[in-house]
């Protein structure tokens, strides 16, 4: 016997739905060759941006970073593996596909101080804000 639960408001199935569909979008998307990009964590201090993007198993020599007018290109390349006769592959999971992530930069960010490392499967930029001129008081006279 099956106990199943039942929930007749039709707001709350809409929205479980749609709240469902929304999570499970971006796991079926990288399946079998689709539009898989990794996730990324953007936190703000008052010095900088830090972006951390989720990309494990690579090697930072496989990662291209790049500016140009104002944008911010994150790419990884997908390498050919080498077949070799000396063993049969039986099953193959891992997958490491190719991908691109470009973010708009704003004019507060110094572009000359990016800073960028892997580790931990994380690839970590550091991306410092400009300095702020700070608009000093005046008198202004009348006349």
Same mark, same amino acid.
């Given at each position: 016997?099956?106990?199943?639960?039942?929930?007749?408001?039709?707001?709350?199935?809409?929205?479980?739905?749609?709240?469902?569909?929304?999570?499970?979008?971006?796991?079926?998307?990288?399946?079998?060759?689709?539009?898989?990009f990794?996730?990324?964590?953007?936190h703000?201090?008052?010095?900088?941006?830090?972006?951390?993007?989720?990309?494990?198993?690579?090697?930072?020599?496989?990662? %291209?970073?790049?500016?140009?007018? !104002?944008? &911010?290109?994150?790419?990884?390349? /997908? =390498? +050919?593996?080498?077949?070799?006769?000396?063993?049969?592959?039986?099953?193959?999971?891992?997958?490491?596909?190719?991908?691109?992530?470009?973010?708009?930069?704003?004019?507060?960010?110094?572009?000359?101080?990016? %800073?960028?490392?892997?580790?931990? !499967?994380? &690839?970590?930029?550091?991306?410092? /804000? =400009? +300095?702020?001129?700070k608009?000093?008081?005046?008198?202004i006279?009348?006349?």
């Open positions: 016997m099956t106990l199943v639960k039942v929930n007749n408001h039709p707001a709350r199935n809409l929205s479980s739905f749609v709240d469902e569909f929304l999570q499970d979008l971006p796991l079926s998307w990288g399946r079998e060759g689709g539009f898989a990794p996730p990324v964590n953007i703000e201090t008052k010095e900088a941006y830090h972006l951390e993007l989720s990309a494990p198993g690579r090697s930072k020599e496989d990662f %291209q970073l790049s500016i140009d007018k !104002g944008q &911010l290109t994150i790419s990884f390349e /997908k =390498k +050919e593996e080498t077949k070799t006769e000396e063993y049969k592959t039986i099953r193959k999971e891992f997958s490491f596909k190719s991908f691109k992530r470009s973010f708009n930069l704003d004019d507060r960010i110094d572009t000359n101080g990016i %800073q960028a490392k892997y580790e931990n !499967g994380v &690839l970590k930029l550091y991306l410092p /804000k =400009k +300095e702020q001129e608009e000093s008081a005046k008198q006279s009348i006349q």
